[in-house]
């Protein structure tokens, strides 16, 4: 078994769809980024990088190659699962949280889990997602950011 971690932050910025897990949010602002700004897909790829010790996302997907501009996070965790299975490894599960003031991620939490267990060739039971606030404390408390814990499990595949 392997176990990842990561932590990823993007500041907020406004006129840009706001995408977390691969679900559009309704909201007044989105994340700067190169790709999509998708924190919370970030934070899975690199927690499942970590647990692989393969590298992080900017390795594989440098932020100054045009080729991920405005790319969709589920492009990097597709290609993420990918190397996972070349390994030889499959999730034994993961959990994510996930800290905003706004918007409210409570109404969205069952479709991201859909979407990052269907990203993930896994089971909905494998796939833990949180949220909650910074309680107005730090940029994310201010609204100025919003910022992503992931956390997995790593099994061996068995042939």
Request: contains cysteine.
């Amino acid at each position: 078994m392997r176990i990842g971690f990561s932590k990823d932050i993007h500041v907020t910025t406004p006129n840009k769809k706001l995408v977390l897990c691969g679900v559009e949010v309704p909201s007044e602002f989105g994340l700067e980024s190169h790709s999509d700004g998708d924190c919370a897909l970030h934070a899975v790829v690199e927690a499942i990088f970590g647990a692989m010790n393969v590298g992080d996302l900017g390795t594989h997907y440098p932020p100054n190659d045009d080729k991920y501009k405005n790319m969709p996070s589920t492009y990097f965790v597709e290609d993420c699962y990918k190397i996972m299975k070349e390994q030889g490894y499959k999730l034994g599960n993961l959990d994510l949280f996930i800290s905003c003031e706004k918007p409210k991620l409570k109404p969205y939490i069952n479709e991201m889990v859909e979407k990052v267990a269907s990203l993930l060739h896994t089971d909905k039971s494998r796939v833990s997602i949180k949220a909650g606030t910074n309680e107005k404390m730090d940029s994310v408390g201010r609204g100025e950011a919003i910022e992503a814990y992931c956390v997995c499990l790593l099994e061996e595949e068995k042939w």
